[in-house]
């Protein structure tokens, strides 16, 4: 579930009538995604999505999130813009929260993904790191490698209780991925969570690429590592798909060139993607009781998939 705040029909009706996007007809919650609260709103002229800013996104670097889908859609990206209302505002506040309505996109997001569909989301991600290499403002990553270590810290040894020996393993392999961590990469903005779930898609096309509340300034090849340990593994990390994996690479290379330096750190920045995703994934399991509303996400998925990196160069 992801409606987190109630919104009554009248102060729908009133934040609606900021805009020149017609009367309410209805609005039904929307279910997927844990982060924030998603409407899906219809009006008399289109439909659209209304989005509640929900504690776990930040509210003052909603500017720069913004200003990114902006400058992706501006340049032919299938991304949503927010709407501004008719005085200019984007971000306006609904049943206390910050909100903004935001443009609808067509597809679904796939949860087996084909090779086809692997290379048009790779290329999806390199159409937009080209564009991206023309956008000037950046945001720190708050889960970068120089966080990793404290975050760890942070969940402490209660992370034993999901597996015996987990905090003691997963200390030694950040300690082995940060002493190789590359330092000299080059650095852009990044989506950095483009997990099929953030991707729409009809047949084989990218119709949409969504949810940028992680987006940040990183090293820009760690955005493609990271959708290579979603897109290529099954949900539980079990089973590498060396045939998605190797068509995420082409899509993206075949629109953003990867420089040999980039490629051959794709292991290790995917074995870092792999503890960013094991850490978060552990706190939530520490910190959401096990009967809430949201559905818990395996970490230990992605402890297997580590150990898939530690394994094999799967991008030899
Ligand atoms: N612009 C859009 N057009 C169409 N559908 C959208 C759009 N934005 C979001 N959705 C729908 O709403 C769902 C939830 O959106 P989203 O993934 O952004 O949620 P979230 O709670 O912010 O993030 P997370 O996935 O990190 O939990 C998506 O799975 C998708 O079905
Ligand atoms: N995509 C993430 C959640 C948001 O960071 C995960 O599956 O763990």
Redesign the pocket.
């Known amino acids: 579930m992801?409606v987190y705040t109630q919104v009554s029909a009248e102060a729908l009706g009133a934040f609606l009538a900021r805009y020149d996007h017609g009367e309410l007809l209805s609005a039904k919650g929307?279910a997927?995604?844990?982060?924030?609260?998603?409407y899906?709103v219809e009006t008399t002229a289109d439909r659209f999505?209304l989005?509640l800013y929900e504690e776990r996104?930040s509210t003052e670097d909603l500017p720069f999130f913004l200003d990114m889908l902006d400058h992706l859609a501006s340049d032919g990206n299938p991304v949503?813009r927010a709407l501004p209302d008719r005085d200019g505002v984007a971000i306006q506040q609904l049943a206390g929260r910050s909100a903004c309505l935001?443009?609808?996109?067509?597809?679904?997001?796939v949860s087996h993904p084909t090779a086809a569909q692997a290379y048009a989301a790779g290329a999806a991600m390199g159409h937009m790191h080209t564009s991206l290499a023309g956008f000037a403002q950046t945001r720190a990553n708050p889960l970068g490698a120089d966080t990793w270590q404290p975050f760890l810290a942070r969940c402490g040894r209660a992370i034993d209780s999901i597996e015996p020996g987990l905090f003691d393993r997963t200390e030694a392999a950040l300690a082995s991925v940060l002493a190789q961590w590359p330092r000299d990469l080059p650095i852009a903005a990044i989506h950095s969570?483009l997990?099929p779930?953030?991707v729409?898609m009809l047949g084989d096309r990218v119709t949409?690429v969504?949810?940028f509340?992680?987006a940040c300034t990183d090293i820009r090849a760690y955005d493609l590592a990271v959708m290579h340990t979603s897109w290529a593994f099954d949900g539980n990390g079990e089973n590498y798909n060396a045939a998605i994996g190797k068509a995420l690479i082409d899509g993206y290379a075949g629109q953003f060139a990867l420089s040999d330096a980039e490629r051959g750190a794709l292991p290790i920045l995917a074995r870092g993607a792999c503890l960013r995703f094991l850490l978060t994934r552990a706190w939530d399991w520490l910190n959401t009781p096990a009967d809430a509303l949201v559905t818990r996400k395996d970490p230990l998925a992605y402890w297997r998939r580590l150990e898939a990196y530690l394994k094999d160069d799967l991008f030899a």
């Not at 997927?32 to 998603?38: I, L």
């Not at 935001?102 to 997001?109: A, N, R």
């Open positions: 992801a929307i997927e995604g844990v982060q924030n609260s998603n899906l999505i989005t996104t949503p935001i443009e609808f996109l067509t597809g679904v997001s969570d997990f779930d953030n729409l949409g969504i949810d509340y992680f």
